[in-house]
DNA sequence: TATTGTTTTAAACATACGTTTAAAACTAAC
DNA sequence: GTTAGTTTTAAACGTATGTTTAAAACAATA
């Protein structure tokens, strides 16, 4: 029973939905691809939008269960007396290792569920942004929180607007690790991974986090 | 002779690709909201595709023709006695207020701008690509090459991917500022705007081009 | 085997899109 | 006022899309 219509459709639909975008896939692409005939993503998921979400569903429910998880394990084991800089980058190197442990289990690159990320965000689909924050809007506060206590000196105001400069450093750096890596092949090592570009997005993330305010002079 | 077909159509345009992105954005709606008939953007611009690029075009054009000015300026006063952070701000800085400037006119700017960056980096979109990195390259790269002379603790390739870091952090704050403000609009401030997004984005910019890197003890 | 429910299939449907066409309207020079 | 060139207009074209339909194929049960 495996390998499915149904599993076939998801796992063609992911790869041409983080290649090409949700509108710009058809549904004749996906089916072709997967050897399904068209009509079935209307049997099984009723509409497209109905497969966009699946395809969303199928990775994001993972990733926040396994983020919850290490998160509230992290919370349970206090460490009190190192500084932000070291929560942040523990925070998101939570974020990170939860990432690639769902990428890995799927089979898949980073680099798919990061843009499909991107695309949920950019991309204006009202019934994708409301069904996810309908769906892990929960989870997503939860590690909003956790953040938020590592940077204090700010308002809810500020730390809204850094949260998401922070998210979309991510959410880019991982959409197009896969291209820019092709283009530095030739300039650069080669052997470097996606798991060294992560360690030091981590820094990134967490020196991002902690820059002064408007006004402020300390560092 | 102002408020021409042509003008009409790239003001209509801009909103409406700067809301709803290129391929979700069809001729017909352009057409309607400029009070145009339909066949004036083949007739015009030739194709749709003629018309995204001219509507980039009016703006990257004047975005980098300011920028380079300011670069260039810059450059020629030379400040020896300040430290990275500042000058990167000053760098950042300068590319925000060209930005802004640009964008005085109409706000919806900025977010075509970063919208296009953004499907230009993410998908494999070629004749956008193609396009820009042909007319915009050598400006893209002239302010690279100011940046790296302030991020000099790294290697190369260590600067290579930061400066993506930076540059997706960018593009993914302005392609959803938008969206955001609405999001925010009903708990937070309403009057925050742009402006101020960009001053705290400078100083997130700066900071992450300073993190550590890895196996690095200092800040 | 016969029957019931589920899944797959091929075809058609309705709609929206970018583009083209050819006539009409307009503009400016002679 | 006529003419030549440009712009606008309404209509149609061809294509691609998501969706629906109804028959066929399949699976499981009695």
């Known amino acids: 029973m495996t390998n499915s219509t149904i599993d076939r459709i998801l796992d063609a639909a992911e790869v041409e939905f983080a290649a090409h975008g949700f509108v710009e896939t058809s549904l004749r692409t996906i089916t072709t691809k997967a050897k399904v005939n068209l009509a079935a993503v209307n049997y099984h998921f009723g509409s497209k939008k109905g497969l966009i979400q699946a395809v969303t569903d199928r990775f994001l429910g993972p990733l926040t269960q396994h983020l919850q998880n290490q998160l509230s394990a992290y919370e349970k084991q206090p460490s009190l007396d190192s500084q932000n800089q070291q929560e942040l980058q523990a925070l998101f190197t939570l974020l990170a290792h939860s990432c690639q442990h769902v990428a890995q289990k799927n089979h898949h690159s980073l680099a798919v569920?990061?843009?499909?990320?991107?695309?949920?965000?950019?991309?204006?689909?009202?019934?994708?942004?409301?069904?996810?924050?309908?769906?892990?809007?929960?989870?997503?506060?939860?590690?909003?929180?956790?953040?938020?206590?590592?940077?204090?000196?700010?308002?809810?105001?500020?730390?809204?607007?850094?949260?998401?400069?922070?998210l979309g450093t991510l959410v880019f750096a991982l959409s197009s690790s896969e291209a820019l890596l092709a283009i530095c092949e030739r300039e650069y090592d080669e052997s470097r991974r996606i798991d060294q570009i992560m360690s030091d997005l981590v820094l990134v993330l967490a020196s991002a986090a902690q820059a002064p305010m408007i006004g402020d002079q300390s560092s």
């Open 113 to 166: 569920f990061a843009r499909l990320i991107n695309m949920a965000y950019s991309q204006s689909q009202g019934h994708l942004r409301k069904h996810l924050t309908h769906q892990y809007g929960a989870s997503f506060l939860y590690f909003m929180k956790l953040l938020r206590q590592y940077m204090p000196a700010m308002t809810n105001e500020q730390f809204f607007w850094r949260f998401h400069y922070l």
